[in-house]
């Protein structure tokens, strides 16, 4: 099964920084041990994207980097960067789905690129509008099984909010 991933950016889940990123990374792992895909396409955005994508590297599943244009992530800060050229050296393939420039309908052109090379999508969405909720309708148009993993990344982290309360 080749499997996308979409869901939200940092600001919507636990923020930035590196332990946050580890902990989405970590929920990532348990999400790919549950669906046993072949292959991950990750559109390599900050957050969700690339929390797959480095899920996908630690258990050894191919994933393909669909990269929305070339200049994708320059105008992050230095440790972002950092992390966006380690993942992509972890590619099984980087995929420029629009070569150039930066612009904004080459995000929207890379959320059909995911919908379109694979079987599935694993979301990690809370129903707000966006550019996830623009992948998850196109994703439905075309026919394609969406899980949504929203309501077990809320359980989870009220999981480790209980764990950090009581000191463990």
Known sequence: MILSATGHRPTKLLGYGRSNHLRTTKFAEICLDVFCPELVISGMAQGWDQAIAH??????????????????????????????DWLLTRAHEVKYVSPGPYLPWKLQRRNEFLVDECHSMLALWDGSSGGTANCMRYARTRNRAVYNVWAEWQQDMQELVSVRRNGY
């Open 55 to 84: 899920a996908a590297s630690n258990l050894r599943i191919d994933f393909i980097a669909a990269v929305p244009c070339d200049d994708f992530g320059s105008q992050w800060p230095k440790d972002a960067v950092e992390l966006y």
